[in-house]
């Protein structure tokens, strides 16, 4: 077993805190809080195993959960016998026997087909831990089978939770589970509501179990006097934290409401709280001319009720009217009799009038606005006897009154102007108004026409004594007598003398006149005025207005009407005039016409009219000589005219003259004709012509010819092909002569440098065109023993130079000699053309006592070898070879000085006789080097 236990540490806990521990045949697992404790030996029935699991630890395990389950198939050894859980079927029903709950759906772990419940005491279960097939699973079993003891110990413990909390196993630890209304990890905390605030107006009281405005919190409301609890009263902390009801409000105790304020009244309230509530007052007050009548101020009390009823308004008393003598009352009380605003008014009977105000009013204080007035009969104007009169009156009521009669009687000679009796009537007036005694009248005067009337009136206007006298105006004369009076009986003496015009004498209108007059006073006198006015086409002369004037003659003399005139007119140029005159000369109606001299035509309207308006229909016509076409200058030409009469008109005559270089091509001077055209067409100026050129060889030539085909002005460029240069002048001009300005050029090939042939060579040459000239080519080719040095051909470019410079023959060079020289031996070399080099001769000769090796003189070939190897010197003996030989400069003259000079004298002298059988010296001419120079010189 404990092997076995190691194993299972090492297999299954590694890593955990775990402790296994060995109770005689218990075994106790333990993770951490979560303990299981099994026994496996000896296997037990389901009885015994719950026994031994009681006795030893808490219980048969209860498992909650599939993590149980899991677990426990993890953790447990195989037992092939499996092990009892403690779970049984009690009432009907899968029990856990260690906690009594009903086996939940969640922890349900049946094997496939199980529990299939068969015989009567199989309601004890199993677990296949570790088993093949349906591993964990759960089965149904005979209790009386012998099975593994599987225990755990609780980790509850009586503290572990707080008593608001069942306290629920779980896999190494343990849960606690909150009864409603409570939380955290103990459920010690009770859940909370939100808080509550005592409502205005009103008070909050709370019995909190578990803290306040938590689960279970129960809070009262209630008001303050004068207002009622809106709502649930009570509210309770619900398990959820939320109140059972919502919290209730505290609103004011409402009074009835005041329907209406007193008629004739107003109504003040001051609510403190809200309108018409409790504490709220009403004060009252009546209009002006109203006592109220009541208390002014009520309340409402905490009851809702008023403290007094609404106040009533009563209009304020004036003393009661009665009507007055004479007169009618009338009186309208809006409120009640004689109270305040009553009016009342007083009429009078007719003939009476008011004394006082007619309408008076009950004052808001109870009083009338005036006193109550009276009526009085109307009073009339007091009246007095008219001047010459005398006036008797009655009086009913008062002097003039209403009613009162007077009466006027006139003396004698005077007359009653008005009503004898007049009455005062009801409006307080006379009926007339009083009359009056008046003088006799005679007709009123006016002053007579064109006359002033003077007059004097001692009582009234024109009446009885009154005179008058006529004074004329100027121009007019008296007709009457001029002074007249009105009489006692009311009568002129005499009618009112007239004022009539003086007159002139009567006018007759003159000859083709009208003549209009106006007469204001008679045909012809004074005043009248004649306007006169001629016909048509006529003038008047004279003055046009006459008048007669205030001494009776007229202003001026008649005038009289005199023909329109024109302006006289007279024959034009090269023309005649013909004119009729029915009235004047050149005036109104007068007629003209004008006719025109051969060549020339009439300009205008041939026939005019002198028209009432004395101007002529048109303006007089001209005569114009006939045109011809105006004539311009030709190209290149002048044109020069005489015109007597107009510009190329009839007898013009022109001629044309040309400029230089240009032939008049026509007739020089041509005429207008009386017909108008001209004799001839006008001539015109054509250039002059040159000969023609033709292009010269290998040239090209480039003309302009501004007017014709080498004619005047015609110009010619030539130019030259490459290579080629131009011989005479360039620009060729046609000259108004009809002459070329130059003769024409030619084109010659451009020259190179001649060329000789270079020393010691052969020149040859080609010319195409001509010596030494473009595309001239030439060859150098050098002699046997000299070399070219450069290009052998060269060529005469287009630009008159030769492609290169002329090549140089060289001579062949042989190997330089003597440097140094073998002992005892001494040369001397002639070298016509250069050191060394072609045609070079060298003699040697070695020292006495010393023999010469070889040959004594070599020459340079053309090949550029010598012709022999060089000599050397000997000791041996005295036998002098022929290796050595002087040199010496060119020609015997220096082979003889050179003998002269050496030693060696007589030894060349004697070998040259010697020789001379063998080589014959050239008599005259020829040199020793000449003749060394002959190929059959070999020494030895
Ligand atoms: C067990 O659970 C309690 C309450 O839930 C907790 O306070 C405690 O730390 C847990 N113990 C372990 C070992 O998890
Ligand atoms: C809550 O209050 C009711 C009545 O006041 C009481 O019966 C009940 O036990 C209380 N519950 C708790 C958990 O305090
Ligand atoms: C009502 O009026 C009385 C007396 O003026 C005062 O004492 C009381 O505070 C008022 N109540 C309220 C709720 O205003
Ligand atoms: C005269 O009177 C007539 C008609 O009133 C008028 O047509 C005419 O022009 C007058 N002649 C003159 C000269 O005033
Ligand atoms: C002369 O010179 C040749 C070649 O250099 C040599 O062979 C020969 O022996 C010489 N003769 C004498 C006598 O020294
Ligand atoms: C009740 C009981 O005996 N429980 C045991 C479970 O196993 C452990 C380890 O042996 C014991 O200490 C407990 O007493």
């Known amino acids: 077993m404990l092997v076995w236990v190691h194993c299972f540490y090492q297999k299954y806990l590694h890593g955990l805190i775990a402790l296994f521990v060995f109770i005689g045949s218990g075994v106790r697992i333990e993770v951490e809080a979560w303990t299981y404790n099994y026994s496996t030996t000896p296997n ?34 195989k037992n092939s016998k499996y092990y009892w859980i403690g779970i049984r079927k009690i009432n009907n029903k899968w029990t856990w026997v260690g906690t009594n709950k009903i086996l939940t759906a969640e922890a349900e772990n049946w094997a496939k087909g199980e529990p299939n419940n068969k015989g009567t005491s199989s309601d004890c279960v199993e677990m296949y831990i570790k088993r093949d097939l349906d591993t964990a699973k759960w089965n149904d079993q005979n209790c009386n089978s012998k099975k593994g003891a599987l225990c755990y110990t609780a980790s509850c413990a009586e503290d572990s939770c707080s008593v608001h909390a069942d306290c629920e196993e779980t896999i190494g630890n343990y849960t606690c589970k909150c009864h409603p209304g409570f939380q955290g990890p103990r459920c010690e905390e009770a859940v909370a509501c939100d808080m509550l605030e005592a409502p205005e107006w009103g008070q909050l009281q709370c019995a909190d179990m578990h803290g306040s405005f938590r689960f279970n919190s129960s809070c009262t409301f209630n008001c303050t006097q004068g207002f009622s609890l809106m709502g649930t009263w009570n509210l309770q902390c619900r398990a959820s934290g939320s109140w059972d009801s919502d919290p209730p409000s505290c609103q004011v105790v409402k009074c009835p409401q005041l329907a209406s304020v007193p008629a004739r009244g107003s109504m003040n309230c001051f609510n403190p709280i809200e309108p018409q509530s409790f504490n709220s007052t009403c004060e009252f007050s009546c209009e002006e001319g109203f006592n109220i009548i009541g208390s002014t101020s009520i309340q409402c009390d905490f009851r809702g009720l008023w403290t007094n009823g609404i106040p009533t308004c009563k209009a304020r008393q004036c003393d009661a009217l009665t009507a007055p003598l004479h007169g009618n009352l009338r009186c309208s009380h809006p409120h009640e009799d004689f109270s305040y605003n009553s009016s009342c008014s007083v009429s009078c009977e007719e003939g009476f009038l008011l004394n006082g105000t007619a309408s008076i009013q009950c004052t808001s204080l109870g009083v009338w606005t005036e006193s109550p007035p009276s009526c009085q009969a109307r009073q009339c104007d007091a009246l007095t006897a008219p001047l010459h009169g005398n006036l008797h009156c009655s009086h009913p009521h008062e002097d003039f009154s209403y009613n009162s009669s007077c009466s006027v009687s006139c003396e004698e000679g005077f007359l009653l102007n008005g009503t004898a ?291 005047f002005g015609s110009r010619c460029e030539l130019g030259c092909e490459e290579g080629f240069v131009l011989q005479g002048a360039p620009t060729l001009q046609c000259t108004e002569s009809g002459l070329w300005s130059h003769t024409a050029p030619s084109c010659q090939a451009r020259r190179c440098d001649a060329l000789t042939a270079p020393q010691n060579a052969t020149l040859n040459c080609s010319h195409p065109h001509e010596d030494f ?25 287009s630009l008159g130079v030769w492609t290169q410079p002329l090549p140089l023959c060289q001579a062949v060079q042989c190997e330089a000699l003597g440097d140094p020289l073998p002992p005892y031996l001494s040369m001397k070399c002639h070298n016509p053309v250069g050191n060394f080099s072609f045609k070079s001769q060298c003699l040697f000769h070695c020292e006495v006592g010393t023999a010469l090796n070889g040959t004594s003189g070599l020459y340079c070939k053309s090949s550029g070898l010598w012709s022999a190897p060089p000599p050397s010197c000997t000791e041996l003996g005295m036998t002098v070879g022929m290796g050595m030989l002087m040199s010496a400069g060119v020609g015997v003259a220096s082979a003889v000085s050179l003998l002269l000079l050496g030693g060696l004298g007589f030894f060349i002298a004697s070998q040259l006789s010697k020789r001379t059988k063998k080589y014959p010296l050239e008599p005259k001419g020829t040199s020793l080097w000449e003749e060394l120079e002959n190929p059959a010189f070999i020494p030895n």
Request: proline fraction near 7%; aromatic fraction near 8%; include cysteine.
């Open 44 to 77: 037990r029935n389901w009885n015994a195993a719950r026994q031994w699991c009681r006795q030893h630890f808490t219980d048969m395990v209860a498992i909650q959960n599939q993590e149980e389950i899991s677990y426990l198939n993890e953790y447990l050894p």
């Open 421 to 711: 009796s007049i009455q005062c009537t009801s409006l307080g007036v006379w009926t007339e108004s009083p009359p009056s005694c008046q003088a006799r009248r005679c007709d009123a005067l006016t002053a007579p026409l064109h006359g002033n009337l003077n007059c004097s009136h001692p009582h009234e206007d024109f009446s009885y004594n009154s005179s008058c006298s006529v004074s004329c105006e100027e121009g007019f004369l008296l007709n009457g007598t001029a002074s007249i009076q009105c009489t006692s009986l009311g009568v002129w003496t005499q009618p009112l003398p007239l004022c009539q015009a003086r007159q002139c004498l009567p006018l007759v209108a003159p000859e083709r006149s009208q003549m209009n007059c106006s007469h204001p006073h008679s045909l012809f006198s004074f005043g009248s005025r004649c306007e006169l006015g001629c016909e048509e086409g006529f003038v008047l002369q004279g003055a046009p207005t006459l008048q007669c004037t205030e001494s009776g003659l007229w202003s001026h003399t008649a005038p009289s009407c005199q023909a329109r005139q024109c302006e006289a007119l007279t024959a034009p140029l090269h023309g005649n005039l013909n004119c009729s005159h029915p009235h004047e000369d050149f005036s109104y109606n007068s007629s003209c016409s004008v006719s025109c001299e051969e060549g020339f035509l009439l300009n205008g309207t041939a026939s005019i009219q002198c028209t009432s308006l004395g101007v002529w229909t048109e303006s007089p016509p001209s005569c114009q000589a006939r045109r011809c076409d105006a004539l311009t200058a030709p190209l290149h030409g002048n044109l020069h005219c005489s015109h007597p009469h107009e510009d190329f008109s009839y007898n013009s005559s022109c001629s044309v003259s040309c400029e230089e270089g240009f032939l008049l091509n026509g007739t020089a001077s041509i005429q207008c004709t009386s017909l108008g055209v001209w004799t001839q067409p006008l001539p015109l100026c054509k250039a002059r012509q040159c000969l023609p050129l033709v292009a010269p060889e290998r040239s090209q030539m480039n003309c302009s010819h501004p007017h014709s085909l080498f004619s």
């Open 773 to 797: 000239s473009y595309n001239s080519s030439c060859s150098v080719s050098c002699e046997e023993g000299f070399l070219l040095n450069g290009t052998a051909s060269i060529q005469c470019t």
